[in-house]
């Protein structure tokens, strides 16, 4: 059974920084590209970022370009999210998903990431 | 800017089809934008159902079908029951610069 279960979300002042894990299980992580997305309170959902198998190429929404890094540890089946100058406007759960077809295969249970002073 | 539409809301009787559509701004959408689709209730993950335009995710009953209609991405229900009401989420692939954009989702209600 594919799991994607995502963690380090919590309450960040603006400015801040906080790092996202998605730990995968029930599939071959290096094998996927992998995705962030995420939705604010009440709205829809918004890709966030996108990693190769083997980390080599990583893509971002512009709103996160240059504040947001995308990475991978394949021998720990880890993804990560790495989001620094934090705004309000950030705050949102986020979700890992795995990527299949051009598209999204599997979703984690999401993690809130409140930017709030 | 690309937008990718969706009706904001849509009904359907019980038992009956729907059809749920995914455009674009300014063009035509087709299988190159690899269309797919998504399912949420409020306060859960999204649920995929339909990804490359319309192969179905694992464990999604064949009730549910993509296509493409004419100029958009389509998502068919067929014997709509009361636990297909929730927010139906439509995103296409525009390519290395852009990357994927979603549709602002359509609300549907079952009644």
């Known amino acids: 059974e594919v799991q994607l279960v995502e963690s380090g979300g919590g309450l960040v002042q603006p400015g801040g920084s906080l790092r996202l894990s998605c730990a995968a299980s029930g599939f071959t992580f290096s094998g996927h590209w992998m995705h962030w997305v995420r939705q604010a309170p009440g709205k829809g959902l918004v890709w966030v970022s996108h990693i190769y198998t083997d980390g080599s190429a990583t893509t971002y929404a512009d709103s996160v370009k240059g504040r947001f890094t995308i990475s991978r540890d394949n021998a720990k089946n880890t993804l990560y999210l790495q989001m620094n100058s934090l705004r309000a406007e950030d705050t949102a759960v986020y979700y890992c998903?795995?990527?299949?077809?051009?598209?999204?295969?599997?979703w984690g249970q999401g993690t809130l990431v409140t930017v709030s002073s | 800017q690309t937008v990718v539409t969706q009706e904001p809301s849509f009904s359907v009787s019980p038992g009956g089809t729907v059809t749920l559509t995914c455009g674009l701004s300014?063009?035509?959408?087709?299988?190159?934008?690899?269309p797919s689709w998504y399912q949420q209730t409020p306060g859960q993950a999204p649920r995929t159902l339909i990804y490359?335009?319309?192969t179905r995710s694992f464990g999604v009953p064949d009730r549910f079908s993509g296509s493409i209609l004419g100029n958009k991405a389509a998502l068919t229900i067929t014997g709509a029951q009361a636990d297909d009401e929730s927010n139906y989420y439509c995103?296409?692939?525009?390519?290395?610069?852009?990357?994927?954009?979603f549709g602002g989702g359509t609300k549907l209600t079952v009644l």
């Open positions: 998903a795995r990527g299949s077809g051009l598209g999204f295969h599997d």
């Open positions: 490359s335009t319309n």
């Open positions: 300014s063009g035509s959408v087709s299988s190159s934008y690899y």
């Open positions: 995103v296409l692939y525009m390519g290395s610069d852009i990357n994927w954009v």
